[in-house]
């Protein structure tokens, strides 16, 4: 058969792509340094607890709450090739209103770094303070963070009001990142791949089809668990000029939530990791915990519980340091393969994007039942249970949604794509169930990838499309900004702009 001319130049372009851009601008190698510094977010009075439906004010510290920060920067002979600050808090999740306080407290204290290069990023633990005021009134519509607050008893004299706390909290990041950066050494970075069994997909599905978040698998009518878990740990190692370790990124795809329920803060399972790691290598180790795609996922069990408490009782350990006895077993697990394979020299590049991903629509039903809710409880707020109080918030975040979604029916995505050598490092701004995480992966062309979870601001639950058929809490409109479509976009253009990268 023959082909004609046209084709045959098309198919020529689909098999053999026009590389004239990509050498334009060739991925440059620099010298490594970085930076490491802790800083403590943990208030010196009682605050509201963030996380359930229900207000819990608590003052106790079962352990501290910490900022990590690690500032990243390569150099080659025509000068600075890019830089990154990655900071861990150990919070339920990252106000983008934070990130941009953070931004413009460092700006003037650090002339040589991009401050659009920084990004917070939470464990998700469900013991820190609440990050959102009663009072505060200028939410965008697509600020889910908007519907969660909490009353504070005007009888409860004392309290720190989150208004309060995110001044400080913005103040302490931005000293960590500020302390990190001035302790740029040059040196040399290592990352691996391991594997601990700590998430557990929580949503529990049904005969008649249905989903539960938490649901009993001891049900007669249970079918199975909807998604997969990811086992996967990424550790990026950081070494000194001397081979000596100095600091850690650990990457898990569970959120710390071990102890979500209690009314003492506390950093949750993350805190008893910190400790062994330091035991095992040095006390003065920095550890940056993340948390990858894990928004259908938790440490809690859904089977095996009895078996599994009887192996925590032969142990003597409790939950949290089960999961922290799993976090050090998969870093010594590939210690050693990492130590031999660190480069003090490396492509490095950091893109901050800021994708545009369509809202998930507010239907007119769902609209009408929120009306109705809203006029229902808008003049007794006062007497509305905790719980209802939430539902009251929600219900008037959906008629701003209802609203705004005709002016703009985009949800501004702020991402960052890290290339360190071989390895992607992919974040969003939502509780990314676990099915997109492991689609990024299996299409980014780099060695390794991490995508991570909750960083530069809270757009919530990204649930698919199977999650939203079952239904049940993380897979309703009133959960989530973006829906499945939007998932969509978002693992495409992720996965675009990886290519990218990569064929540089």
Known sequence: MRISLVCTIALSLLVFPDTNADA??????????????????????????????????????HDPLSATALAIETRDADGV???????????????????EQVRELVKEQLPDLDVQKIFLSATHTHTAPALTDTNETDFHPYDFIGSWAYRIPADQTGIMQPVEYLTFLAERISDAVVKAWKARKPGGMSFALSHAV?????????ANGTARMYGRTSDPTFSHIEGVSDHSV???????????????????????QEVEGEKCLSADYWYDARELLRERYHADLFVLPLTGASGD?????????????AMRERRKLSSRQEIARRILRA??????????????????????????????????????????????????????????YIYWRVSRTMLARYAYQKKDPFYKAELHLLRLGDLAVATNPFELYTDYGVR???????????????????????????????????????????????GTVFVDETTRILSEMWRQ
């Not at 830089?83 to 934070?98: E, F, G, N, P």
């Not at 700590?198 to 049904?206: D, G, L, P």
């Not at 394979?341 to 800021?354: A, C, G, K, M, Y």
Request: with cysteine; net charge negative.
């Open 234 to 256: 990424d550790v990026l190692f950081f070494w000194r000029d001397d081979g000596g370790l100095e600091g850690m990124a650990i990457n898990v795809y569970c959120p710390a």
């Open 81 to 99: 090739v890019d830089q990154a600050v990655i900071v861990s808090c150990d919070l339920s999740l990252i106000r983008r209103k934070t990130q």
């Open 331 to 388: 870093v010594e697990d590939v210690y050693e393969v990492a130590q031999a394979n660190i480069q003090t020299s490396l492509p490095f590049e950091h893109r901050v994007e800021r994708v545009p991903l369509p809202v998930w629509q507010v239907s007119d039903e769902r609209y009408a039942q929120a009306l109705a809710l809203y006029e229902a409880g808008k003049d007794k707020t006062g007497e509305l249970s905790s719980k209802d």
């Open 198 to 206: 700590i998430a557990h997909n929580r949503r529990a599905v049904y």
């Open 24 to 61: 334009a601008s060739p991925q440059r190698d620099g010298q490594l340094s970085f930076g490491w510094a802790v800083e403590s977010i943990t208030p010196d009075k009682p605050v509201a607890i963030g996380g359930q439906y229900h207000t819990r004010i608590g003052g106790e510290v």
């Open 440 to 486: 990024i992966k299996g299409r980014s062309p780099a060695t390794q990838t991490a995508v991570v979870q909750l960083t530069a601001g809270c757009a919530a639950y990204l649930p698919t499309v199977r999650a939203v058929a079952g239904g049940g809490y993380s897979a309703r409109i009133d959960d989530g900004v973006v829906g499945p479509e939007g």
């Open 297 to 309: 996922q938790s440490p809690h069990l859904m089977w095996n519980k009895k078996a599994e408490a």
